[in-house]
T-cell receptor
Framework: GENVEQHPSTLSVQEGDSAVIKCTYSDSASNYFPWYKQELGKRPQLIIDIRSNVGEKKDQRIAVTLNKTAKHFSLHITETQPEDSAVYFC???????????FGTGTRLKVLA | KAGVTQTPRYLIKTRGQQVTLSCSPI?????VSWYQQTPGQGLQFLFEYFSETQRNKGNFPGRFSGRQFSNSRSEMNVSTLELGDSALYLC???????????FGPGTRLTVL
């Protein structure tokens, strides 16, 4: 069945350093890959997404890359700040379906 | 525009009881998806509704059911509650023409 693996489960970085979170999906029909940030006690918020016809997308300090051949996609956060501390989830959605498969999350801690 | 709302926000039930959760999507959004979030498991897809029709279903037992009304509001029902049903239940809505989902604040269900 469909599956999305996410690594690492926890990540600690010093303020100002970069953070990278990686996801692997199993369904080759996946064509939409969103990333969500969930702060403690709050709802998940979409921070960036990418479609299968694009290899990379940037939004200020956040970027996502997609390797369709390897079925990998990654979230890159540069110049991390304490307010980036949260749980990040990747997800994949296949064309022709309305079902989103989520990774198990990465708890990012940015140390001041 | 008002965001996605969910009621109630917190619920405590005992084993064997049933529960109904409600989700009101953003105005104009006709797709509503439901997720179960537990520590370590991430977000697991329950089902998705569009125009009162269930289009996709996740791998949950038949005790979990849902429906959508003509105004796009959705409800999910869990019958014969088990301790393992304790979780945060999130709903998300989206426009018919996009994949971007907006989450509600969730309903925290505790089964004793």
């Amino acid at each position: 069945g469909e599956n999305v693996e996410q690594h690492p489960s926890t990540l600690s970085v010093q303020e100002g350093d970069s953070a990278v979170i990686k996801c692997t999906y199993s369904d080759s029909a996946s064509n939409y890959f969103p990333w969500y940030k969930q702060e403690l006690g709050k709802r998940p918020q979409l921070i960036i997404d990418i479609r299968s016809n694009v290899g990379e997308k940037k939004d200020q300090r956040i970027a996502v890359t997609l390797n369709k051949t390897a079925k990998h996609f990654s979230l890159h956060i540069t110049e991390t700040q304490p307010e980036d501390s949260a749980v990040y989830f990747c997800a994949a959605k296949s064309s022709g379906t309305y079902k989103y498969i989520f990774g198990t999350g990465t708890r990012l801690k940015v140390l001041a | 525009k008002a965001g996605v709302t969910q009621t109630p926000r917190y619920l405590i039930k005992t084993r064997g009881q049933q529960v109904t959760l409600s989700c009101s999507p953003i105005s104009g959004h006709r797709s509503v998806s439901w997720y179960q979030q537990t520590p370590g498991q991430g977000l697991q897809f329950l089902f998705e509704y569009f125009s009162e029709t269930q289009r996709n279903k996740g791998n949950f037992p038949g005790r979990f059911s849902g429906r959508q009304f003509s105004n796009s509001r959705s409800e999910m029902n869990v019958s014969t509650l088990e301790l393992g049903d304790s979780a945060l239940y999130l709903c998300a809505s989206s426009l018919p023409t996009t994949d971007e989902q907006f989450f509600g604040p969730g309903t925290r269900l505790t089964v004793l």
